[in-house]
């Protein structure tokens, strides 16, 4: 399963952005999608996820200000971000996991976008 981000660049403090993940391949069902970030000379931290019931998660430094959803009919997942800060420059992963399924086999998968770069200037 091939994931593809979009919708990063380059923003104002206090600004908004929205990100999306489309998802590509012979996806039977989705567990969790979720948004990470890794910000540079830092670990990659999650940002925000949702499960296949519609439970979100967020991380403490974006509760508020970042929205997660998703599409089950389009298998895509985007993360609306508000009130921007310098502090969320980062570069912005998505990350999708569930099972993936034709008539004759299936696989779980966990699956990794290339990544999208939000910068936020102060």
């Known amino acids: 399963v091939q994931l593809v981000e979009s919708g990063g660049g380059l923003v104002q403090a206090g600004g908004s952005l929205r990100l999306s993940c489309a998802t590509s391949g012979t996806i039977f069902s989705i567990n969790s999608m979720g948004w990470y970030r890794q910000a540079p000379g830092r670990q990659r931290e999650l940002v925000a996820s949702?499960?296949?019931?519609?439970?979100?998660n967020y991380t403490d430094s974006v509760e508020g200000r970042f929205t997660i959803f998703r599409d089950t009919a389009e298998n895509r997942v985007y993360l609306h971000m508000n009130s921007l800060k310098p502090e969320d420059t980062a570069v912005y992963y998505c990350?999708?996991?569930?099972?993936?399924?034709?008539?004759?086999?299936?696989?779980?998968?966990?699956?990794w976008g290339q990544g999208t770069l939000v910068t936020v200037s102060s």
């Open positions: 949702i499960t296949s019931d519609g439970n979100t």
């Open positions: 990350h999708v996991d569930g099972l993936e399924a034709t008539t004759t086999w299936h696989r779980f998968f966990r699956s």
